[in-house]
């Protein structure tokens, strides 16, 4: 949890915390995110998870269709 800290330190003057990109791609990396899965991010911000999740879901689903062609 202290690796989450120290990566979270960054943040505004209105106190907003955002995730590194490096972090948030670990993250969906570990989740493995399907097209099946509903990915909630309740402290979204600039939805930088959600977008990631999206993408690498897509991307999966596009390779799998392609490689069932």
């Not at 907003?16 to 993250?27: E, S, V």
């Not at 969906?28 to 990631?52: K, R």
């Amino acid at each position: 949890m202290d690796h989450l800290h120290y990566l979270l330190r960054t943040s505004n003057r209105a106190g907003q915390y955002f995730a590194p990109r490096t972090l948030i791609d670990a993250m969906v990396g570990d989740i493995q995110p399907t097209p099946d899965d509903t990915i909630l991010d309740p402290a979204c911000g600039t939805g930088g998870f959600l977008i990631a999740a999206h993408a690498h879901s897509a991307r999966r689903f596009q390779a799998r269709r392609q490689s069932a062609e």
